[in-house]
């Protein structure tokens, strides 16, 4: 074998040690570019190196290796690591409880951040707010000078004169429901022995409605 490719065979044996190593100290799932990232720098391992290393430890059974779509993912075979014991694994147990403990308290406050961030995107900006304040002191403006033509016109009704009004037009409505109310009995007295009908009677005689004319009784006050 020449000096090249014994280099690169004992290059090869350098990283796969470096990743049985890494995968079991680790004990969790890495694709081959998470672990290139993990170790590119501390040990120098080129991507390629790094995907044939798994790939090798793989086909020899050090590691597992499963496939989710195109992407592999590699991982410590559990039956080659050391069992733990009853405290080993109350330790880990409580290291549970502490990292959940974590997790929740994260994700409360990611809760909080994401509805003050809410909160934020709907409020106005500085140079919205500005622009808010001078159109409502437009309108201000406006209707201070509205206000004050209205003060200042000669025009104005008084109390008493729209009282009057009102009064009038009580009076006339009533006049107009009590002649409406005469009209319609007598007419319903001659349609009872009229032999066509309401419509042809109107037509004949000239008759004209209310609603003929889209008119309406204003309601009684």
Request: with cysteine; charged share 30%; proline share 3%.
């Given at each position: 074998?020449?000096r ?16 049985l190593?890494y ?9 081959a ?27 020899q ?13 590699y ?21 549970i ?55 200042s016109?000669?025009n ?62 204003p309601?009684?006050?």
């Amino acid at each position: 074998m020449s000096r090249g490719r014994e280099g690169a065979a004992a290059g090869g044996g350098a990283a796969a040690a470096v990743l049985l190593r890494y995968l079991r100290e680790q004990n969790r799932p890495y694709s081959a570019q998470d672990a290139f990232g993990n170790l590119q720098r501390e040990h120098g391992l080129g991507k390629a190196a790094v995907v044939k290393a798994l790939e090798q430890l793989a086909q020899q059974g050090h590691i597992r290796e499963k496939a989710y779509g195109k992407q592999k993912i590699y991982f410590a075979d559990q039956e080659q690591l050391p069992a733990a014991g009853d405290a080993e694994l109350r330790g880990l147990d409580g290291d549970i409880a502490v990292l959940s403990a974590k997790v929740q308290a994260l994700q409360q406050s990611c809760r909080r951040m994401e509805a003050e961030l809410k909160e934020l995107n709907g409020s106005m900006t500085t140079p919205e707010m500005a622009r808010e304040i001078e159109e409502l002191k437009k309108e201000c403006t406006s209707y201070a000078e509205k206000l004050e033509r209205i003060k200042s016109a000669t025009n104005h009704v008084t109390p008493e004169e729209k009282e009057k009004v009102c009064n009038e037009q009580k009076l006339y409505c009533k006049e107009w429901r009590r002649r409406k109310r005469m009209a319609t009995e007598l007419l319903d007295a001659i349609l009872e022995g009229y032999p066509k009908s309401k419509k042809q009677f109107f037509e004949e005689v000239g008759i004209e409605t209310d609603e003929d004319h889209n008119v309406t009784l204003p309601a009684a006050m």
